[in-house]
Structure formats: structure tokens, C-alpha cells
């Protein structure tokens, strides 16, 4: 079973960047869907971007839309998400997941990191 892994979180100004890695302990095949979601304190995960391993297509919540950037690196097994001009509501622990399914829907996700803390001052 691949292990994911999130590193790059932190606290950054309201405006400023963050960019978060995902790496997978295996191969991710070209059937997956990687997906960064979110948790804020006292509300449910949401879903914030994913991206379709085999094609690189990308989906973005609206919250996020023009804001990130999701990238891959296939040869590492890892993906990115930068977030730019980052807002007090960004805050929230981001877990990366992988699934099968095109899906913004958390439970279509077998797979999931143990996520990495973002906060954002304002």
C-alpha cells in the first residue's frame, strides 16, 4: 500500500505563498487521481484541487480557482500545490489522497497523507 506524505506547510501573511509536496512511498499508476483537501478547525474536509496522474488535468475548487497551482512530478512519485495570495480562510490542515476516481468527493480517496498544518495570518 503507497504512503503519502505532506511536508511544506506552515505560516505565511495574508497575500503571501505556500507550497505544499506530496510524496508517495510507491509508484502512482497513470489510473490515479491525486487530491489536496482541506480540514478547518470545527469543519468538514473540503475538497481544494486534484489532478489526473495520467494527463495532468487539473480541478480546482472555487475557493482556490486562480489562486493555486497544482503540479506533478511523475518520476518522483510527488505533487505540488502552491497556494498564492493566501487569505485567514486558507487556514486548515491540508491532506493529500489518492484515488481512482475523478471525484472532489473525499470518500472516492482510498489513500491519504496525515496532513500538514497551513496557517495564514491576517
Known amino acids: 500500500q503507497v504512503q503519502l506524505e505532506e511536508s511544506g506547510g506552515g505560516s505565511a501573511p495574508a497575500g503571501g505563498l505556500l507550497r505544499l509536496s506530496c510524496a508517495a512511498s510507491?509508484?502512482?499508476?497513470?489510473?490515479?487521481?491525486m487530491g489536496w483537501f482541506r480540514q478547518a478547525p470545527g469543519k468538514e474536509r473540503e475538497f481544494v484541487a486534484l489532478?489526473?496522474?495520467?494527463?495532468?488535468?487539473?480541478l480546482f475548487a472555487d475557493s482556490v480557482k486562480g489562486r493555486a497551482i497544482f503540479s506533478k512530478v511523475n518520476a518522483e512519485n510527488t505533487v505540488y500545490l502552491q497556494m498564492n495570495a493566501l487569505k485567514p480562510e486558507d487556514t486548515a490542515v491540508y491532506y493529500c489522497?489518492?484515488?481512482?476516481?475523478?471525484?472532489?468527493?473525499?470518500?472516492?480517496?482510498?489513500?491519504w497523507g496525515q496532513g500538514t498544518q497551513v496557517t495564514v495570518a491576517s
Open positions: 489522497a489518492k484515488g481512482s476516481h475523478y471525484s472532489s468527493d473525499p470518500s472516492d480517496y482510498r489513500t
Open positions: 489532478i489526473r496522474w495520467s494527463s495532468g488535468t487539473t
Open positions: 510507491g509508484r502512482i499508476y497513470s489510473s490515479s487521481v
